[in-house]
């Protein structure tokens, strides 16, 4: 077997209704014939959409196929244990330049016993924000089915929604169950769960090209909801620069940000989990084993669990978001 290395992967662009333009001229990925781009699927294990290294001895190889070559080696023993030969988590980048539907995403037990999937916990990553822009998350008062089903039933859904303002830097933790969407004018790093389940419960009376409304999941959302009302939606944390700060943690993920000015040196030896970077500002040269990575603002990067030290040098400095599995 050839030995594992820091793994890029050939992006997979989805054409969507409400997507825009930024992934290319933000992000500087070419769409091709694409007429809009809503989102690009950086790392993925869905079986519909599995990534492919893009680069090295292992250029070609399919993310499930070096998972059930390596197993462990690549994402670490506890977690090939836990998840076998799915990758456990997917990195997207989405551009809504119109608002995303109004939905929401089954739990782990729900999501198996009616799609035999996972569920979709995840966390948004707020890059690049047009001055207003907002997103919905959760309920802005107290909540129960019945006061939902009313509100849905008679067109008043938006007005018991939480909307809140988004800028750069913000997150956003979604846990499954809560009801959501990303608003215009917002470019966003999401990181989830490998499940592509979504319940789409209004979408604002859209139609697409050939005059059809998107389907509507109404009653199947109903169990997923969950119809507690929380006083915080948006994560707080302190940026800092030069230190990894802990942003996200739950069962799924643990993500940190760390924006630097100048180079690092990583040592992830005591994780028993593979690493990923996704580079959201600046960028940097990964080196490891003698050998020089180019990582740019736009680019995500797989770290198998092998690799337990990297260095990161750079000249202007760059912003990532670096998940593993706790």
Not at 124 to 139: N, R
Not at 207 to 218: A, C, S, Y
């Amino acid at each position: 077997m050839s030995a594992l290395y820091p793994l890029k992967f050939k992006t997979i662009f989805k054409d969507k209704i409400w997507g825009g333009h930024k992934i290319e001229s933000y992000l500087h990925k070419n769409i091709g014939d694409l007429p809009n781009c809503g989102e690009t699927w950086e790392i993925s294990g869905v079986k519909s959409d599995v990534s492919v290294v893009n680069g090295g001895e292992l250029e070609g190889q399919s993310l499930a196929a070096l998972l059930e070559q390596y197993k462990g080696e690549l994402v670490g023993e506890k977690v090939y244990q836990h998840f076998g030969d799915t990758f456990p988590l997917l990195v997207k980048f989405i551009d809504a330049n119109d608002d995303l539907s109004v939905q929401v995403h089954p739990d782990d037990e729900l999501a198996k016993k009616r799609h035999n999937s996972f569920g979709k916990t995840e966390m948004w990553y707020i890059i690049e924000a047009d001055p207003g822009s907002t997103l919905i998350t959760g309920f802005n008062q107290e909540m129960d089915e019945q006061k939902y089903v009313d509100a849905l039933n008679s067109g008043h859904i938006m007005d018991i929604l939480n909307r809140e303002e988004a800028k750069a830097g913000d997150v956003f933790f979604l846990p499954a169950g809560r009801v959501h969407t990303i608003g215009k004018g917002l470019l966003i790093a999401e990181i989830q769960q490998t499940s592509d389940i979504t319940y789409r419960i209004y979408d604002f009376d859209r139609v697409d090209d050939k005059g059809q409304k998107r389907e509507l999941h109404t009653e199947e959302a109903l169990a997923a909801i969950d119809y507690k009302h929380y006083d915080q939606y948006k994560t707080q944390y302190q940026p800092q620069k030069d230190e990894t700060v802990h942003v996200v943690k739950c069962p799924y993920f643990t993500t940190n940000v760390l924006d630097a000015t100048h180079g690092v040196e990583k040592d992830y030896s005591n994780l028993d989990s593979f690493v990923i970077h996704v580079c959201v500002e600046g960028g940097y040269t990964l080196k490891h084993n003698n050998k020089s990575y180019t990582v740019k603002m736009g680019d995500c990067i797989l770290l198998p669990k092998t690799i337990e030290k990297v260095e990161l040098e750079t000249t202007a400095g760059f912003k990532i978001l670096e998940s593993y599995i706790e």
